[in-house]
């Protein structure tokens, strides 16, 4: 079983920056790609950025040019910069990967439990 801890949530004034941290923990399990998704009140999960093993990027044209998705072994950052009021959600931490405990790997999705980013104006 995959643990997804997430932290660095907060409240932050238009223009400021934060920076979102995920730690996965477990055994048996290898890591496909690692990102974030938000969820604003009334709206559907979006994703936000996305890094895979080989380092390879995906944003949200949202955040394009302000966040940047970064990667260190089993933990996955992101840095929000230029925040806007429209940023505001919860902040959920993604894993894709496989289950390589047993005798045959199966894919695998774990999610974080969110941690709230709220930007006033």
């Known amino acids: 079983q995959v643990q997804l801890v997430e932290s660095g949530g907060g409240l932050v004034q238009s223009g400021r920056s934060l920076r979102l941290s995920c730690a996965a923990s477990?055994?048996?399990?290898?890591?496909?790609?690692m990102g974030w998704y938000r969820q604003a009140p009334g709206k559907q999960r979006e994703l936000v950025a996305t890094?895979?093993?080989?380092?390879r990027t995906n944003y949200a044209d949202s955040v394009k040019g302000r966040f940047t998705v970064s990667r260190d072994k089993n933990t996955v950052y992101l840095q929000m910069n230029s925040l806007k009021v429209e940023d505001t959600a919860v902040y959920y931490c993604?894993?894709?990967?496989?289950?390589?405990?047993?005798?045959?790997?199966?894919?695998?999705?774990?999610w974080g439990q969110g941690t709230q980013v709220t930007v006033s104006s």
């Open positions: 993604n894993l894709d990967g496989q289950d390589i405990s047993g005798a045959v790997y199966r894919s695998v999705s774990y």
């Open positions: 477990g055994r048996g399990f290898s890591i496909n790609a």
């Open positions: 890094i895979t093993s080989g380092g």
